[in-house]
């Protein structure tokens, strides 16, 4: 699928000079991005998601916990809207639950997504925002859910796209505007190799 | 124990105003704090931290996953400072793991927290961040971890301490700076009392 694609040259010299590749195509970014975050890099890809989405009306952030948290929080500082996580089990604590299954190809096995009632409207115009999309398992679980209260999702950001797995071709083929900062195109022999 | 405690007034009164109490000594803060975030009060608490560390030279945030990392995030980009996540599980894919264990008296258990080599260094000067400061068992694990390294801890922040818990005072009695923007003085009865 061809797609249009500006990649972010900050993330990607980044990845670049400090991303790891280990074996089975796990690509390591624990320096700036999972473990310890570069506020600097963290906000310079946040004002850059801010303009890419410039011309569309947003009024809440939505990110499954946790690795989405640090971007979706620097985006709604920028833009001054509120920002819900969505979580990846049910815990029990939570009244008015709004769930789906997910089913993970990668772990063999389906898992819930879900996210409060009360912090999901019929009238939230709704940005989407997380670390890595690969199978795009979390972000079908978000699709249901925003579907369900039948809200409007504007579109999905993700600073990571691993462009050798099926997640980013599923979400552009349902037509949602899917902004990547930076697209792996593949990870084989260890090598990282990067979209231009 | 007689404490130094200012309460931040924008915190104290949402607690007042948005914040439920469950059974069982449960705050519920999920509208604002923990399911869903208000990105001007997260700001306003923010900087209320910088205000109370504004004396002491601070290099690295540090927080623990998954609730620390917005006030985390929101601290390091306003200090330009690296934020570092520990963890309260041992993850598979990270080496170099510093760890320590922690006995959690409300779960009768033990459990790590744990956090790369990599992203703490002898000559950091670390401002730890969380949520809730309730018995103080992931704080503990911190304080471990930090005299592994050799690092110093400048101070530990709080959004709401349980002031009932033994936390507050363990950590006070270590002489760390502690400060929390809420001390909650009891939730007997489902009742929110708030120390002014």
Redesign the interface.
């Known amino acids: 699928m061809e797609i249009q694609h500006t990649p972010f040259k900050p993330l990607v010299d980044r990845i670049l000079k400090d991303g790891k590749c280990?074996e089975g195509g796990?690509l390591?970014v624990?320096?700036f991005i999972?473990?310890?975050?570069?506020?600097?890099l963290?906000?310079d890809m946040s004002i850059e998601i801010v303009k890419r989405f410039a011309n569309y009306k947003i009024n809440k952030i939505l990110t499954i916990?946790?690795s989405g948290?640090?971007p979706a929080?620097?985006l709604?500082?920028f833009?001054?809207?509120?920002?819900?996580?969505a979580k990846k089990k049910v815990p029990s604590?939570?009244e008015n639950m709004l769930t789906t299954e997910v089913f993970s190809f990668t772990k063999q096995k389906s898992y819930s997504v879900c996210?409060?009632k009360?912090?999901l409207q019929k009238d939230d115009k709704i940005l989407f925002v997380d670390d890595f999309l690969a199978n795009g398992n979390a972000a079908k679980g978000i699709i249901d859910l925003v579907k369900i209260v039948g809200a409007e999702l504007v579109g999905m950001a993700f600073l990571i796209e691993k462009g050798f797995q099926a997640g980013g071709n599923y979400l552009r083929e349902q037509n949602i505007k899917v902004e990547s900062l930076a697209i792996i195109d593949s990870l084989d022999n260890c090598e990282i190799k990067i979209r231009q």
Do not use: C
């Open positions: 280990l796990i390591k624990d320096g999972n473990q310890q975050i570069d506020p600097n963290l906000k916990e946790a948290i640090a929080i620097m709604g500082f833009l001054n809207a509120p920002v819900v996580f604590t939570m996210v409060s009360d912090f």
